[in-house]
């Protein structure tokens, strides 16, 4: 396949799947609960934490989650008690339990009353044509207070040979346009031309039929070869065409 054959059949594809109906299946529906930026960002990084696995599992798992914070995360983030970190226990979603959970709520206090919000963290350390290094530096900020070690697997580092996957499909939520109903495109201080596709298993098994991927494992390395190509094809928003190569994989069985 020539390089303007791939282009308009992944832009066709793109066009397919960048669409409302998509949500009704997909975790991304759990922050479009939401109105207020906080609620929308909090709900999103949350959500995305627990996003692997059975999709059907996530949403319910997260749906769980938002109700244990009473359905409004920045207030419940920023005016917790003990006790109300305490009726978190229970949650569990695979590896990412209560214990996981009442940190990632008192970090994201943190983040908020000290750092400006999640937003400000990524914009101060971004790059011109990657936030793979803001990522890696939000994890530093993220884990400044007394944690279990354990906790630490569940925020990627790219600089460590990660694909994180799931904080590069909350930055896509929160930067990529939103004038087709999908992402939300309230994180103006970034661009979406600086974004990485989130590579999983579907995605990454797409890319290497279609060529735009040669390396066989899902790391960093992986990442990066991708952005280059998917940059070639579009370089000022290169991460649309993850909805194109999660459809053609989850929907269609390319």
Known sequence: MTKTALKTFL?????????????EDDPLQIPHRFTKKEDIEISGFLTATIAWGNRKSIINN??????????????????HSESDLNRLEPFVHRTFNGHDLQYFIKSLQN??????????IFVQHQDTDSLQSAISN????????PHEIRTMKHVSDPLKGSAA????????????DKSTGVDFGIWRGLKPSQLSCPLDVHSGNVARKLKLLKRKQNDAKALAELDKNLRKLDPMDPVKYDFALFGLGVFEKF
């Open 165 to 176: 996957k799931r904080i590069n499909m909350f930055l896509r939520w929160m930067v990529r």
């Open 138 to 145: 939000f994890k530093k900020y993220f884990f400044e207070m």
């Open 62 to 79: 997260a749906s769980r989650l938002m109700e244990l914070l009473d359905n409004t995360p920045y207030d419940f983030v920023l005016n």
């Open 111 to 120: 983040i908020y009353q000290n750092h400006n919000g999640l937003e400000a």
């Open 11 to 23: 832009d066709e594809k793109v066009e397919q799947y960048n669409h409302p109906k998509f949500l």
